[in-house]
């Protein structure tokens, strides 16, 4: 009988609310991503799109970031704790 042992993968995070939800395409809006599963770690980025920011966790549910210079249009917003696996999102950041 072999036994083995396979660690849980950790919950994804989830972004529940970008406040605020739209900001100039030229960038450099400081903005509040409300959510939950998020972790306090190196790998903590967000992502607009295609592009990728980083994040600063600020407390449980709460990240804080700055908006990349973008073309216009609306973006997912969606938030990683590894740097590599991006959650699923039903938030977007509309670039004006």
């Given at each position: 009988l072999?036994?083995?042992t396979t660690a849980a993968a950790p919950t994804p995070p989830v972004v529940t609310e970008v406040l605020p939800p739209s900001g100039p395409c030229t960038g450099g809006t400081r903005i509040v991503i409300l959510g939950s599963n998020f972790i306090n770690c190196p790998g903590l980025k967000v992502r607009f799109g295609d592009m990728v920011v980083p994040a600063t966790f600020h407390e449980q549910g709460t990240l804080i970031c700055v908006t990349p210079s973008r073309n216009r249009g609306r973006a997912p917003v969606s938030v990683t704790n590894d740097?590599?696996?991006?959650?699923?999102?039903?938030?977007?950041?509309?670039?004006?």
């Open positions: 072999k036994l083995t740097g590599v696996n991006f959650c699923e999102t039903q938030s977007y950041f509309l670039f004006e």
